[in-house]
T-cell receptor
Framework: GAGVSQSPRYKVAKRGQDVALRCDPI?????LFWYQQALGQGPEFLTY????????KSGLPSDRFFAERPEGSVSTLKIQRTQQEDSAVYLC?????????????FGPGTRLTVL | GENVEQHPSTLSVQEGDSAVIKCTYS??????FPWYKQELGKRPQLIIDIRSNVGEKKDQRIAVTLNKTAKHFSLHITETQPEDSAVYFCAATESKSTFGDGTTLTVKP
């Protein structure tokens, strides 16, 4: 079956532009996570959804970052007024369970470059 | 919040040797500890995981051990092969995952 997909795979934005990154989780997966991975580092948690409910957004770096999952499936991560420090790979992961601590399946990521 | 430290940051071994990567975590509520392999430009791929009610798990050449009292867990790869070369990440998970900074493993033929 299809895995987690993300689009676009690459995005170049000028500083100050708004961007929207899309994640299509594995069908039926209840939990969805967004991570930010800077070059040479491990993924860092941004936010977590269970169905359409955003249960944890403690990792969002500023109020310029916003995520939604209105129908409990596809999710969008929006970054407003992008800054150079936002340049990173944004990874989405989904999990079939609401149980604490369960395998997450990662998408290929969106590489964002802010000029 | 959770803090995960991973060592070493780089590891170079000869083909056929063993490789060991160690991680420590701080939050005793973490109950799931996956290990991921990430090749350049690719997504993290789960290679093995362990839950807090288990001390050791093995899958062919890969094994993971967990010491919950000491809050540390380790990845062991035996009979390494050049295709094992990649960046390996540990993570400690309660509801969300906190990742280590990664270990770049190079296996020399």
């Amino acid at each position: 079956g299809a895995g987690v997909s993300q689009s676009p795979r690459y995005k170049v934005a000028k500083r100050g532009q708004d961007v929207a990154l899309r994640c299509d989780p594995i069908s039926g997966h209840v939990s969805l996570f967004w991570y930010q991975q800077a070059l040479g580092q491990g993924p860092e948690f941004l936010t977590y959804f269970q169905n359409e409910a955003q249960l944890d957004k403690s990792g969002l770096p500023s109020d310029r970052f916003f995520a939604e999952r209105p129908e409990g499936s596809v999710s969008t991560l929006k970054i407003q007024r992008t800054q150079q420090e936002d340049s990173a790979v944004y990874l989405c992961a989904s999990s079939p369970s609401t149980r604490r601590g369960n395998e997450q399946f990662f998408g290929p990521g969106t590489r964002l470059t802010v000029l | 919040g959770e803090n995960v430290e991973q060592h070493p940051s780089t590891l170079s071994v000869q083909e056929g040797d063993s490789a060991v990567i160690k991680c420590t975590y701080s939050d005793s509520a973490s109950n799931y500890f996956p290990w991921y392999k990430q090749e350049l430009g690719k997504r993290p791929q789960l290679i093995i995981d362990i839950r807090s009610n288990v001390g050791e798990k093995k899958d062919q050449r890969i094994a993971v051990t967990l010491n919950k009292t000491a809050k540390h867990f380790s990845l062991h790869i035996t009979e390494t092969q050049p295709e094992d070369s990649a960046v390996y990440f540990c993570a400690a998970t309660e509801s969300k995952s906190t990742f280590g900074d990664g270990t770049t493993l190079t296996v020399k033929p």
